[in-house]
């Protein structure tokens, strides 16, 4: 593995588990200097401690002060900044009729106002470094879904973000860009496996295939193929990738 981060320090929000700790885990074994930005100041001292030149930092980026909060520690502890990769915030799934207002709330605060003060709070940082910054989004927010309503929306509103950013990026020197993934086996998609399992009286990969297949995919993402994705879009390689919108789904997706 080439270190193409060697001397470049990165923020990665999401990153006390799945795919935001994966993220943090490749960059920091591509040569960065890795802020791991999450709520679990447990999870994060942990994580941080098995990676060279890590730095945890416990904030709760709903708050609408922790996302300027967070960039400054990361230029207190690095002196610049790099890469920002937001891939914090999970929604509710639910019936459309039942989902609460708090239910959206919550959503839209974690993950997209939290992407967007993240960036906010570091793009003078970026701009100087001729930096680069990696959304993840989701799937949904190209494939609308009945019990998706607030995920689906969210993912939509971060993927046009980017191009707004992207944009803007033209003429500051940013380079701005998003993913989508797919069904990737995290904690979250590993329950409802087992609860497959559990139901079928089937072992976990035979579950896991039999729900892949329903999906309409052969198997479901790894978190570090996520991170693989956002090495390549943040990394030297992408220099003139800008504004896009990298679907890392399987084939799920099979619209134009």
Known sequence: MTRSFEGRTALVSGASRGIGLAIAKRLAADGARVMLVARSADLLQAEAAALPGAVPFA??????EAAGEAVQAAIAAFGRLDVLVHSA???QRG???QLS?????SGYALKLFGGMRLCRAAWPHLVQSSGSAVLIAGIGGRLASADFTIGGSVN???????????????T??????AINPGSIRTERLTGRIATMARERGLEMEPAAAALAAESGIARFG??????AAVAFLAGPEASYVQGAILDVDGGWLRAV
């Open 222 to 227: 790894l978190p570090e193929e996520i991170a």
């Open 89 to 91: 915030g999970a929604t």
């Open 172 to 177: 500051d020197g940013v380079r701005v860009n």
């Open 95 to 97: 019936d459309f009729l």
């Open 101 to 105: 207002d708090e239910a959206w709330e």
């Open 156 to 170: 939509a509103a971060l993927i046009n973000l980017t191009k707004a950013l992207a944009d803007r990026g033209v």
């Open 59 to 64: 904030a709760d980026l709903s708050r609408p």
